[in-house]
């Protein structure tokens, strides 16, 4: 017979859940990051031999002669690289933003597709582009600061009507599908006005990552880049908003104030990204809660993270979709929906208990 000491000595330990992100996982994600750039780059729908490209590449380090020709040479570095850049931008930028939606309206199924904000964006970035084509190329212009306000102004809708509604996860859910719904029939109603735009919004609608050069890589980087640094800087708010309204209060932390800081910084990112590569859907979901699994559900360790496992989720998913049927191209959100929406079921069954 067990005595109440060795009971308690038998009895296994309680797992403790990482409420800070460990540099050792922070580097290796890292790591993993810069293994999935590599790749992405080195192989391609063009078929240049990866060790030509890393002779290429080694060239340009050391001043040596390149394997490459020209024309081989700038698919690599004007076509092929910013591409991959700008995947991995626009996925950290939905990841992360996934999370922080999360964290403030504290449900598991915020997502910036499911709240309005993508669609928010993209009608707002349509307007621009039909109405006033010529200034879309600024990088601090139209394009950008209209899909800003768009997403906005999606969530702020899905909000009040999820509250007039009475609230509650379910509620709120289907707040964001019915708003999404309504804002993508004015973008599509504002392409139908404009037929010889028509193509486009279609592509838009399903997603991609149709790249001239760098250009959109430097459009987009200040906005994600600020985005990123504010919602990091307030992944331990969040935490401190899990804990309720009261709590953080009792803190001294005003629960308004950073739901408003984040949700601004969120729906930045969520703009940004939309602006370059349209709607992709279910990144937001997919890696926050991927994290969680794996790492912990402090959200100090799930926005940093989230950011970097949606910057490798979106480049592999790119990758997949311009080289599975070269020289034929898949839209990256027929990519992400294969993923994301057996996943979606799967966390919407995990929260069950909390959907009401």
């Known amino acids: ?8 000595t038998a009895r296994p330990a309680r797992k403790v859940t990482p409420t800070r992100l460990r540099p050792a996982v922070l580097v290796a994600s890292v790591l993993a990051l810069a293994v999935v750039i590599s790749v992405s780059t080195l192989l391609g729908a063009a078929n ?11 060239a340009q380090l050391t001043g040596g002669v390149s394997p490459l020709s020209a024309t081989e040479a700038a698919i690599v570095w004007e076509v092929r690289l910013p591409r991959v850049i700008l995947a991995g931008l626009v996925g950290a930028a939905l990841a992360m933003a996934g999370a922080a939606f999360q964290g403030v309206f504290r449900n598991p199924l915020a997502d910036p597709f499911l709240l309005g904000a993508a669609a928010g964006a993209g009608m707002a970035a349509t307007i621009v582009v039909v109405a006033a084509p010529s200034v879309t ?31 509650g996860t379910a509620v709120l859910l289907l707040a964001g599908i019915a708003i999404a ?14 037929t010889d735009t028509i193509k486009q919004v279609y592509s838009w609608m399903l997603g991609g990552l149709n790249t001239t050069g760098w250009r959109e890589v430097l459009i ?23 804990l309720g309204d009261d709590e953080a209060a009792s803190l001294g932390i005003n629960p308004a104030r950073v739901r408003i800081v984040v949700l601004l910084a969120a729906s930045l990112a969520t703009a940004a990204a939309v602006a370059v590569s349209g709607l992709i859907g279910f990144v937001g979901i997919v890696v ?13 360790v799930v926005v940093p993270l989230s950011l970097v496992g949606g910057a490798m989720f979106l480049i592999i998913a790119d990758h997949i979709a311009r080289t599975a049927f070269a020289p034929a191209e898949l839209p990256i959100g027929v990519i992400t ?6 996943f979606f079921l799967l966390v919407l069954r995990m929260n069950r208990g909390q959907l009401r």
């Open 1 to 8: 017979m067990l005595t109440t000491t060795s009971r308690a």
């Open 48 to 58: 240049l031999g990866w060790t030509r490209v890393v002779h290429e590449v080694w």
């Open 137 to 167: 190329g600024w990088v601090i212009g139209p394009l950008p600061l209209a899909a800003f306000a768009g997403a906005i102004g999606g969530v702020s809708l899905t909000w009040l009507l999820g509250r007039s509604a009475g609230g």
């Open 181 to 194: 719904s309504f804002l993508t029939a004015i973008q599509t109603f504002v392409q139908q006005l404009n």
């Open 220 to 242: 987009t980087l200040p906005y994600i880049g600020l985005a990123g640094i504010v919602l990091c800087v307030c992944a331990r708010l969040l935490d401190v908003l899990a």
């Open 288 to 300: 926050p809660h991927v994290v969680r699994l794996l790492a912990g559900a402090s959200y100090r």
């Open 337 to 342: 929906a294969f993923t994301g929406a057996p």
